[in-house]
């Protein structure tokens, strides 16, 4: 069983910056793709950026160039540092840690508001 906490969510101003942080309890962290998607009201939740457990990271064209993803295996932490924000990446983002369908596991999420 793995907990995820999402923190760092807050009101910030177009063009700002932001560092998400999901931190995770249980064992085998290391072994799950730690996923980060966002739902804005009304809108579909999508899948943000991710990094598997071999460190290899994935964005959404959208994010490219602005977010970065990262973990710390020793920490059992996950980041996502975002940048350039605009009113569009307003949402709440939820951290997950994916291994298979068994073993999925989802934070209570974090709310982004960019907005001046």
């Known amino acids: 069983q793995v907990q995820l906490t999402e923190s760092g969510g807050d009101l910030v101003q177009p063009g700002g910056s932001l560092t998400l942080s999901c931190a995770a309890s249980?064992?085998?962290?290391?072994?799950?793709?730690i996923r980060w998607h966002r739902q804005a009201p009304g809108k579909q939740r999508e899948l943000v950026a991710s990094?598997?457990?071999?460190?290899?990271?994935n964005y959404i064209d959208s994010v490219k160039g602005r977010f970065t993803v990262s973990r710390d295996n020793t920490k059992n932490t996950a980041h996502l540092q975002m940048s350039s924000l605009s009113p569009e990446d307003s949402a709440v983002y939820y951290c997950?840690?994916?291994?298979?369908?068994?073993?999925?596991?989802w934070g209570r999420g974090t709310q982004v508001t960019v907005s001046s």
């Open positions: 990094i598997s457990a071999a460190n290899n990271a």
């Open positions: 997950n840690a994916f291994l298979s369908a068994e073993y999925d596991y």
């Open positions: 249980g064992s085998g962290f290391s072994f799950f793709s």
